[in-house]
């Protein structure tokens, strides 16, 4: 599977922006989907994963409550879509976004990066104060 990311820009703090990660080529059946951000100088960190079969999800602290992560098999041809609906942005929310696919990760280690085999490019979001 190949991944795309999407909807990054920018917005004002307490605005929302919804994120999107789509396969290109295959389906995410059977993966994890996790996202990722990075801000400038900042180790890249977890924002939240979902199994794509179970619809299981999971959440940073630093997020939970204001993002939430979906799948969609409608949007775009029926091509299999991870969204992040991110609500209520703030400031330290900016980052560059990234999604990532596992295939065999257990759920002890979907918050971790390292155990992503795949990567899509990272989409820039930036919450303006």
């Known amino acids: 599977v190949q991944l795309q990311a999407s909807g990054g820009g920018l917005v004002q703090a307490g605005g929302s922006l919804s994120l999107h990660c789509q396969a290109s080529?295959?389906?995410?059946?059977?993966?994890?989907i996790g996202w990722f951000r990075q801000a400038p100088g900042q180790e890249r960190e977890f924002v939240a994963w979902i199994r794509w079969n179970s619809r299981h999800t999971s959440y940073s602290d630093s997020v939970k409550g204001r993002f939430t992560v979906s799948r969609d098999i409608t949007r775009d041809n029926a091509k299999n879509t991870v969204s992040l609906q991110m609500n209520s942005l703030k400031p330290d929310d900016t980052a560059v976004y990234s999604c990532?696919?596992?295939?065999?990760?257990?759920?002890?280690?979907?918050?971790?990066?390292?155990?992503?085999?795949?990567w899509g490019h990272g989409t820039l979001v930036t919450v303006s104060s």
């Open positions: 080529e295959g389906t995410f059946s059977g993966y994890a």
């Open positions: 990532a696919a596992c295939r065999t990760c257990i759920l002890s280690s979907l918050q971790n990066d390292r155990h992503y085999d795949i």
